[in-house]
């Protein structure tokens, strides 16, 4: 057993994308099928991140399919992702208030091809 002390991990924030299915009281418009949500959620690591934002959408009466990290601020930067002001202070707002922001949502309407490889 060690005697150090355990230093507290620190928080940051992750992208994430979430695609959404239907649930009776969701909140998306009549024809939709889902959406996907771009939300920024803190947490001391991206596993963290993703049980709360899974978390606060349940409870939104939102039902979670899939999550896509896309990781922290550096971690995209090094990937070479343009990241503007805006998204910015709502990266940071997440910081601050320890909390998941739904920054975009965009409902799917079934005739979405969601496969990046398939040319349309």
Request: charged share 30%; net charge negative.
């Amino acid at each position: 057993m060690s005697d150090k002390p355990k230093t507290p991990k620190k928080q940051q924030v992750y992208t994430l994308l979430v695609q959404v299915g239907r649930t009776q009281d969701d909140g998306l418009p009549p024809k939709a099928t889902g959406a996907a949500l771009m939300c920024y959620s803190s947490g001391v690591d991206e596993a963290e991140a993703v049980r709360e934002t899974v978390a606060i959408l349940k409870q939104a009466d939102l039902a979670p399919l899939d999550v896509t990290g896309y990781g922290t601020i550096d971690e995209r930067l090094e990937q070479g992702h343009d990241i503007d002001d805006d998204e910015r202070a709502l990266m940071q707002r997440a910081l601050d208030e320890n909390s998941v922001v739904v920054a975009q949502m965009t409902p799917f309407f079934g005739d979405e091809n969601l496969d990046p490889d398939v040319v349309h």
